[in-house]
């Protein structure tokens, strides 16, 4: 058993090598105009860098590699070269603006990849109605859908500052904890290695504001691709993840579970879309975090709601799996749970808010009136933080060396105004 120091370490290393590439990283986007620019899909209103995924990529990696050395486990490897192909997949979109196609055609290629380079897919149902082993064929079929639905899932819900990034944290401490509880150490580890490189970007993409970068698509690949690692890893017959099938607890309901928000939310907006006849990955303002934003959410206030009821959805799994819950039906609360929050919640707000002429209905107002109350830019606690994303953790990226690199398009972006 590897002294769990050894992890607290691997976690520190990623945390720490994020943390000092993200100045450099943040002064190269702005030095070679790398932005994303603002647009009517997009909440902010300035051209902000899109370059986090780099940072992100960079802490896992590196603390991937040497965990290799420690662990000796080749997924480690495998892992980190597959985060590589959709980093430079996500880039290249930032910066160049890639074909929907080509982007689409490479999700599946990594994704047929991963299961036949590192033998996981989804091919046991864990009880789901009394079915455990699955057919190749139809495995390698569900896992197709469910990997490159995962991957364009998390890359659609990045839309409002640390929404992405604080999921990504929450969703990697579930699958962690559990791979921990089964004894797979490696695939824990590289879990928390995870939350790790997540935490500087986190900080900065919030309470940042001349430090400020989004994830863009090169993070938001890279995050949905190791999600979808993790579950393939944990619903695998070959996985050491079985083991708790002995417990009762229901995989495939707690692998929904941790995922409920951004499965739910895409499948809700894509049906919609091809409803009304048009392509299902057409842009629109129809998300779960937009209509949290149309309540008067601050982005802070969004991502933490949002987050929160994801959390409770896994919270409800392992209160049904302690209660003796079959497997079947641990599955259907779970999906039941996350129909609620993502389709029938975010439909009655919609309805109450076209009530009064538009005005909205007083169950409107008053989710509105909640919603203000997350905007807490001016408080002593918010300016706190901004002070030490802006400064104290951006030693390098001090605002007379940001400025000397700046083009002179750039529009600084007002700290008195949320972004």
Known sequence: ????????????????????????????????????????????????????????????????????????????????????????????????????????????????????????????????????????????????????????????????????????????????????????????????????????????????????????????????????????AMLSSGSQCVVLDWSGISLVALALAILAVPVFDTLRVMTVRVIHGRSPFSPDKTHLHHLFIDLSFSHAGTSISIVTGNFLIVLLELVLWKAGVSPTWQVYTVAAAGILLTCVFYYILVIEGRKNNGEGSSLYKRFCGVGLKTHIHHTSFWKTFHWIADRVLSVNGRQKDADEVRPLNYTRPDPRIPL
């Open 1 to 232: 058993m590897v002294n769990s120091w050894i992890i607290v370490l691997l976690v520190l290393a990623a945390f720490a090598i994020a943390l000092v590439l993200y100045p450099f990283i943040l002064r190269f986007a702005i030095r070679h105009e790398i932005f994303d620019n603002p647009g009517y899909r997009k909440l902010q209103r300035v051209p902000v860098p899109v370059m986090g995924g780099l940072t992100i990529f960079s802490g896992l990696c590196i603390s991937g590699i040497i965990a290799f050395f420690i662990f000796k486990d080749v997924r480690l490897l495998w892992v980190c070269g597959f985060l590589l192909v959709m980093l430079a997949v996500g880039m290249w979109d930032d910066i160049k603006d890639l074909s929907a196609y080509i982007k689409f055609a490479m999700e599946i290629v990594v994704v047929w990849s991963i299961m036949f380079f590192m033998d996981i897919h989804i091919d046991d149902f864990h009880g789901l109605w009394g079915v455990y082993k699955i057919s190749e064929v139809l495995s390698v079929a569900i896992s197709l859908v469910a990997g490159v639905g995962i991957i364009n899932a998390i890359n659609l819900i990045d839309g409002v500052d640390g929404y992405c990034s604080f999921y990504g944290m929450m969703a990697c401490t579930a699958f962690g904890i559990t791979f921990f509880l089964a004894g797979d150490t490696a695939m824990g580890a590289l879990c928390f290695i995870m939350v790790g490189a997540l935490i500087p970007f986190f900080v900065h993409n919030v309470f940042g504001v001349t430090s400020k970068m989004f994830l863009g698509d090169g993070g938001s690949l890279v995050l949905g691709t190791m999600l979808t690692i993790c579950l393939f």
